[in-house]
């Protein structure tokens, strides 16, 4: 089925595909069939037509393409990754393209860089070997770390301006989600300084920063959520202003804390643990920061600013680093007035704040380094007295609340 133009013929033909595409992701086994039988090369056949309000529709359908690691094999071996590719930066054009552009797509960039944003969100949950640095494909086929690499270079390269807050999220949420899928992709990432450099350094905008604290926070230790939150991994954010509900600019990046009582329960791993410290260490340098104490520091003066967004988010940072081995607590213990700052119960004034800072409260007892680490009994003490007193406990004092410059 071949159409021209905008006729009835197109309407039927994206009606068919959309409708093929719908069935198949209904179970495995059909996409099989009609990946294996070729009834889908008939999403490539469209696209090489060449038709911008076509490859709008295509994109649409690929986004629901994104939820599994067959659907991203299928992604991969069909070449629509290398068109999203060269949608994203103009480079490595197909040959089917024609008069291909060496710069962006200003209408198809911003959702093909969703897409891979969405592709590698789904292989983070489903890339269980941490000591191989390929996405594996269900039957034995991985995906290149060489080719990845090149993908989420591309989405940070075009994610770039400061000025598209949306393509800031969607390239920093692929690189964290290729980053947190293995040590050995944590360890690619930071290997490349570009990459690295993109995502841990934090920009000027409040909801984009936010946004990379709770991503690095995520990579180090997930956080698990309630059911109504049940995914461990920030939100997928779309690359595209006009699709509603998801942020972009001027809208405030917010997620759920930790669910009380529920602390990790991943077994430490030596290599896993030395590429977190590695990451929160790089992470400190990119900000201006030489050492595990002056970034704690950076962290702690981050909480006496008053943008609840920023708050969280460093708490965030500061639950991973007090759930994983000796390395967080350490930096904790040798950064002056820290566990003042943490046991003091008026800093917080509203619920989510008082709940994040339970999490960093909770995962530092729950942290059977922390008796290593701390020899001060007091300190110990006050901890697992706040664990028993919960989130929402505030002491009287007669002279007022004391704020944090007290």
């Known amino acids: ?16 595909i959309e409708l093929l595409v719908h069935i198949s992701i209904l179970d495995d086994s059909f996409f099989k069939i009609a990946m294996d039988g070729s009834m889908l090369d008939i999403i490539v056949d469209v696209i090489k037509q060449n038709d ?27 070449g629509i990754t290398e068109w999203l590719l060269y949608l994203i930066t103009g480079d490595n054009a197909p040959n089917w393209v ?14 093909s860089l969703r897409i891979i944003s969405m592709m590698f969100a789904s292989t983070y949950s489903s890339t269980s070997d941490a000591t191989h640095n390929e996405i594996n494909l269900n039957d034995g086929e991985v995906i290149p770390p060489e ?17 598209n807050e949306a393509s800031n999220l969607a390239a920093f949420d692929a690189v964290s989600n290729f980053a947190g899928s293995s040590p050995a992709n944590l360890g690619m990432v930071l290997d490349n300084k570009q990459l690295a450099a993109s995502w841990l350094t934090l920009p000027s905008r409040t909801s984009t ?43 405030r990046i917010t997620l759920p804390p930790p669910v009380p009582g529920q602390a990790s329960e991943q077994l430490p791993n030596d290599h896993e643990e030395s590429m977190n410290k590695r990451l ?37 940072v500061l639950r991973a680093c007090a759930a994983k081995e000796q390395w967080g607590i350490n930096f904790m213990s040798a950064c002056g007035g820290f566990f003042d700052f943490l046991g003091n119960r008026h800093t917080e004034f509203n619920k989510e704040g008082m709940e ?17 680490v701390i020899k001060n009994n007091e300190i110990i003490e006050k901890l697992r007295l706040m664990l028993t007193e919960g989130p929402f406990y505030v ?12």
């Open 395 to 406: 002491p009287y004092t007669p002279d007022g609340p004391v704020t944090m410059n007290s």
């Open 98 to 111: 024609n008069n291909p552009s060496p710069t962006p797509d200003i209408l198809l960039a911003p959702q």
């Open 356 to 372: 994040w800072k339970f999490s960093v409260i909770e995962a530092l007892v729950n942290n059977a380094n922390l008796l290593i």
């Open 52 to 78: 911008p309000l076509l490859q709008m529709n295509i994109l649409d359908l690929t986004e629901k393409l994104c939820d599994s690691p067959l659907h991203v094999k299928y992604l991969f071996k069909s």
């Open 280 to 316: 929160f260490l790089d992470f400190g340098k990119y900000n201006g920061y030489n050492s595990g104490p002056t970034t704690m520091a950076f962290l702690v003066e981050s909480q006496r600013k008053p943008i609840s967004e920023i708050r969280d988010a460093v708490f965030d």
């Open 1 to 16: 089925m071949k159409a021209k133009g905008h006729s009835n013929d197109t309407i039927v033909l994206m009606r068919y």
């Open 147 to 163: 080719l990845i690499l090149r993908f989420l270079t591309a989405a940070c390269k075009f994610g770039d301006d400061p000025s």
């Open 209 to 251: 920063k936010a946004f990379v604290l709770h991503s690095i926070a995520q990579v180090i230790s997930p956080r698990i959520l309630d059911k109504e939150h049940s995914s461990s991994r920030p939100p997928v954010v779309d690359a595209n202003p006009s699709f509603s509900g998801t942020p972009h600019a001027q809208t």
